[in-house]
């Protein structure tokens, strides 16, 4: 049973940063794609970042080009999302989702999914 766990959320100021980590578990790592999405009160769950799992490409939303970096580490069957100059835009629950045969930022392609972690971000 495929099951992702995120953690790394919290609270800080505009300009500040974050890395948040999902360790997955029972699934294909190597041979798939994961990615970041993310979903503000009252809004719709959107693509922050998407990356291949055999070290291939890698898919950024343009509302975080140049301050979000995904990266993984297959030893640790875990994804990262780092997150610099954070905005109070960015305040959002952030979950990490895995898909097969699949590798983008397309909500209804992710079959797998974690509970989510909070980031908050003050002006």
Avoid at 72 to 92: G, H
Avoid at 95 to 118: D, E, K, L, N
């Amino acid at each position: 049973q495929v099951q992702l766990v995120e953690s790394g959320g919290g609270s800080v100021q505009a300009g500040g940063s974050l890395r948040l980590s999902c360790a997955a578990s029972g699934y294909t790592y190597s041979s798939n794609c994961m990615a970041w999405f993310r979903q503000a009160p009252g809004k719709e769950r959107e693509g922050v970042a998407a990356i291949y799992n055999n070290g291939g490409s890698t898919y950024y939303a343009d509302s975080v080009k140049g301050r979000f970096t995904v990266s993984k580490d297959n030893a640790k069957n875990t994804l990262y999302l780092q997150m610099n100059s954070l905005e109070p835009e960015d305040t959002a629950m952030y979950y990490c989702a895995a898909a097969v045969g699949y590798c983008g930022m397309s909500v209804r392609h992710f079959g797998y999914w974690g509970p989510g972690t909070q980031v908050t971000v003050s002006s």
